[in-house]
């Protein structure tokens, strides 16, 4: 380098880890970032600790994705990524940030899971062809519907539109029912949103919303949240529970 020359070079680097998708890449389109289903993410620095305390993001519900927004390399488009995947990421945040020893309450006792243990469910990739659509016989109608798996984007809707509900100080916020009419895409093969918000306020059977909601949780990519541990000399089978304290380990 010549005398004077001022280096372009960042005086510091941030390491980073890549993060293995639960959906390997098989609910994007194949020229989506998100199709080699893998995520770069950087460790966690003191700007993070910023948005995690940042009151204001708290209050609105936002930290979190304000937080993976900032860790996130890789150049993707975070609206695009499904609830399983976006779980996967939450992990490997905490894991980059805190470390992998996370202590939760149970029954009155504390429990302390390594997350760097948790597994990705184990998906049937014949299942998916890089399209966010999927269908299902609903048990009880018979009715086939098409469905999408939540992503942040579809998320984000929703919740302007409860807001938009909260606005008109409606008694009761339509909060299942709304969220049904953004996952469910066609009715036997009738993808029009009018006859999917008709479908779902009239006709659609309350056992068969849950059995949807059900087949949809065990369907869809995500992380493996299940542990377990020893109750009373036995083991039993629990969902880790992510409280206040994930991202406050002290």
Request: net charge negative; glycine share 4%.
């Amino acid at each position: 380098m010549a005398e004077n020359e001022v280096s372009n070079e960042p005086k510091f680097k941030f390491p980073t880890e890549v993060v293995e998708l639960p959906s390997k890449g098989l609910v994007y389109p194949e020229d989506n970032p998100l199709s080699s289903g893998k995520v770069e993410m950087k460790y966690m620095t003191a700007r993070e600790e910023d948005i995690i305390t940042n009151a204001n993001y708290i209050r609105k519900g936002i930290v979190i994705d304000k937080l993976l927004q900032s860790l996130i390399v890789s150049d993707i488009n975070y609206n695009d990524l499904v609830v399983g995947d976006k779980n996967a990421l939450l992990i490997a945040a905490r894991v980059l940030g805190y470390g992998k020893d996370y202590q939760f309450t149970y029954r009155g006792e504390d429990h302390t899971v390594d997350l760097s243990t948790l597994e990705n469910k184990e998906i049937n990739k014949k299942d998916f062809n890089h399209k966010n659509e999927f269908d299902y016989t609903l048990p009880h109608s018979k009715t086939q519907v098409t469905f999408q798996l939540m992503t942040q984007g579809i998320e984000n809707k929703v919740d302007r539109e409860l807001k938009g509900i909260a606005k008109l100080k409606k008694e009761v916020t339509p909060e299942m029912s709304t969220r049904m009419k953004y996952l469910i895409i066609a009715v036997d093969g009738d993808d029009d949103p009018k006859v999917v918000r008709e479908f779902v306020d009239n006709y659609l059977l309350a056992r068969d919303a849950k059995a949807l909601r059900d087949h949809i949780v065990d369907f869809q990519p995500d992380v493996d949240f299940t542990y377990d541990i020893e109750i009373d000399g036995e083991l039993e089978e629990i969902t880790i529970p992510i409280t206040s304290n994930f991202f406050f380990p002290d």
